[in-house]
Antibody, heavy 121, light 111 residues
């Protein structure tokens, strides 16, 4: 079974940093892009960026460029999302998902279960 | 911020057919395929339609997708109570909103 499993919920104080993980299994991890999405409370999905595990090529959404760092450790089939200088507005659910491709056709499947990040003093 | 525009809500009675629209632009929907996701309350999104009109195995055929130009649609035929969820469209974006654009989301209510 193709699966992405994310790290657990986090509670942080403003100014702190955190790194969320997303471990893939059941498929060749280095063959597919991994995307990270943010979903703020009661809001829609926003793609933060994507990374290819084979060479760590990363493409950030302009809205998140410079605000987050996406990385990967292909030796352990794990992608990461790092957030620094956390603010209350970073409180959200964060999802990773595998970007499947068929030629120029793309879609996200499967998705991780999500990691809830709460930033509060 | 979401680049693709969807109606905020849609509703219907059991058995009815509803249509959810997804409006994009030349950098996304018009030139790249569209996928649709369903998000049940408190759960992660799940793929519903890919490549504009393809259903993954396990998705009932009462869900169908289509696209024309820069607009796409998701049709739910034979609406069921378990279809109450949020629905999002998405597409690769070749422009400044890339790499991937999501819709604003539509809350479906079964009355």
């Amino acid at each position: 079974e193709v699966q992405l499993v994310q790290s657990g919920a986090e509670v942080k104080k403003p100014g702190e940093s955190l790194k969320i993980s997303c471990k893939g299994s059941g498929y060749r991890f280095t063959s597919y892009w991994i995307g990270w999405m943010r979903q703020m409370p009661g809001k829609g999905l926003e793609n933060m960026g994507i990374i290819h595990p084979s060479d760590s090529e990363t493409r950030y959404s302009p809205s998140f460029q410079g605000q987050v760092t996406i990385s990967v450790d292909k030796s352990i089939n794990t992608a990461y999302l790092q957030l620094t200088s956390l603010k209350a507005s970073d409180t959200a659910m964060y999802y990773c998902a595998r970007l499947s491709e068929d030629g120029s056709e793309t879609w996200f499947d499967p998705w991780g279960q999500g990691t809830l990040v709460t930033v509060s003093s | 911020q979401s680049v693709l525009t969807q109606p905020p809500s849609a509703s219907g009675t059991p058995g009815q057919k509803i249509t959810i629209s997804c409006s994009g632009s030349s950098s996304n929907v018009a030139t790249n395929t569209v996928s649709w996701y369903r998000q049940l309350p408190g759960t992660a999104p799940k793929l519903l339609i890919y490549s504009d009109d393809q259903r993954p195995s396990g998705v009932p055929d009462r869900f169908s997708g289509s696209k024309s130009g820069a607009s796409a649609s998701l049709v739910i035929s034979g609406l069921q109570s378990e279809d109450e969820a949020d629905y999002f469209c998405a597409s690769w974006d070749d422009g400044r909103n890339g790499p991937y654009a999501f819709g604003t989301g539509t809350k479906v209510t079964v009355v």
